[in-house]
């Protein structure tokens, strides 16, 4: 069955079979992204990259993060203090393993990203700890 979902911007609808997703992300990200697996610490790819532009979601390529938003939150994930615009992504809670957090997903695929927790710096106070295999660096964008 596919997994149907409409961009809040654009009105797009994202419309993939699992067997889609699975040829077109690599193991990693369809990990991640499709079944809510997470990266090493320290492992991707921007980790600790400062360029800048617009980070895209591996899945559908909808914007989710600017690099201006990004800092280093000495976690080894990518962390940004907010979201490109406030329904770019979606809240989920979360009562796993690890206790109740808030997954963080894209809004026009439902791609797993990462999770939000209340410890970031200024001004939100907000850490979207994000995984590199869910996001795709766009240079030009931004």
């Known amino acids: 069955m596919p997994f149907r979902r409409r961009d809040p911007r654009t009105g797009t609808a994202v419309v993939r079979t699992d067997q889609e997703w699975r040829e077109q992300l690599t193991p990693e990200q369809y990990d991640v992204l499709r079944r809510g697996g997470t990266e ?10 400062k360029d800048p532009g617009t980070y ?38 979360d009562l796993g393993l690890l ?9 026009a695929c439902g791609g797993h990203l990462g999770h939000v927790f209340s410890d970031g710096p200024r001004p939100t106070g907000q850490r979207y700890c994000m995984n590199s295999a869910a996001l795709e660096l766009d240079p030009e964008a931004g």
């Open 56 to 93: 895209r979601c591996a899945g559908c390529s909808a914007e989710l993060f600017d690099a201006a938003a990004k800092y280093d939150s000495g976690t080894g994930w990518p962390s940004f203090t907010q979201p490109v615009a406030p329904d770019a992504v979606e809240h989920v809670r």
């Open 40 to 49: 090493r610490a320290g492992t991707g790819a921007y980790a600790s990259t």
């Open 99 to 107: 206790g109740l957090r808030t997954e963080v997903r894209c809004a």
